[in-house]
T-cell receptor, first 109, second 117 residues
Framework: EDQVTQSPEALRLQEGESSSLNCSYTVSGLRGLFWYRQDPGKGPEFLFTLYSAGEEKEKERLKATLTKKESFLHITAPKPEDSATYLCAVQANGNQFYFGTGTSLTVIP | DSGVTQTPKHLITATGQRVTLRCSPRSGDLSVYWYQQSLDQGLQFLIQYYNGEERAKGNILERFSAQQFPDLHSELNLSSLELGDSALYFC????????????????FGPGTRLTVL
């Protein structure tokens, strides 16, 4: 069964304390892996797309990496404005999209 | 602002009723997706259209239907509403589908919050 699992469910960090969020997946034919940021009551905001194992992408304090079974979103020296829910999504064969339930990140000043 | 618009922002209705949610994709995007997000289930993929044709179906109930019009806007119709249908409904759009590149990236609208009483 195609599945996307994110961990941890919730993460509290002190400002400046770096950490990583995990997205593991089991799908029939990975076509792409997407990371989104979602603020409460808002639509998900696109961050990154990764297509093949070994690929990495960076944007400000965020860096996404991809292996054959999982992806990591590394957050370096986070700030309070990075507080949000981070969603991982996988595009499988047949153009099906599967979203994880997200990691709720809180960065404390 | 992603460029995807959804109306209405909020909708309150009663059980058994029917509602229509509307989505306008970003300029140039041919594909539209619908998602349901409830507190206990996260984002659930409902259905996808590309240039007016249905291309993929997810966990969409038979009481729900959608279509994409020639001007590429899309509507999601929800009928015989139940309390459990209360959720945020998101529309997303992308340039292409299945290209395996950045044109597959979905951009989400602000959502419609549906409350069924």
């Amino acid at each position: 069964e195609d599945q996307v699992t994110q961990s941890p469910e919730a993460l509290r960090l002190q400002e400046g304390e770096s950490s990583s969020l995990n997205c593991s997946y089991t799908v029939s034919g990975l076509r792409g892996l997407f990371w989104y940021r979602q603020d409460p009551g808002k639509g998900p905001e696109f961050l990154f797309t990764l297509y093949s194992a070994g690929e990495e992408k960076e944007k400000e304090r965020l860096k996404a990496t991809l292996t054959k079974k999982e992806s990591f979103l590394h957050i370096t020296a986070p700030k309070p404005e990075d507080s949000a829910t981070y969603l991982c999504a996988v595009q499988a064969n047949g153009n099906q999209f599967y979203f994880g339930t997200g990691t709720s990140l809180t960065v404390i000043p | 602002d992603s460029g995807v618009t959804q109306t209405p922002k909020h909708l309150i209705t009663a059980t058994g009723q029917r509602v229509t949610l509307r989505c306008s994709p970003r300029s140039g995007d041919l594909s539209v997706y619908w998602y349901q997000q409830s507190l206990d289930q996260g984002l659930q993929f409902l259905i996808q259209y590309y240039n007016g044709e249905e291309r993929a179906k997810g966990n969409i109930l038979e009481r729900f239907s959608a279509q994409q019009f020639p001007d590429l806007h899309s509507e999601l119709n929800l009928s015989s509403l139940e309390l459990g249908d209360s959720a945020l409904y998101f529309c997303a759009s992308s340039v292409d589908i299945g290209a395996g590149d950045e044109t597959d990236t979905q951009y989400f609208g602000p959502g419609t919050r549906l409350t069924v009483l």
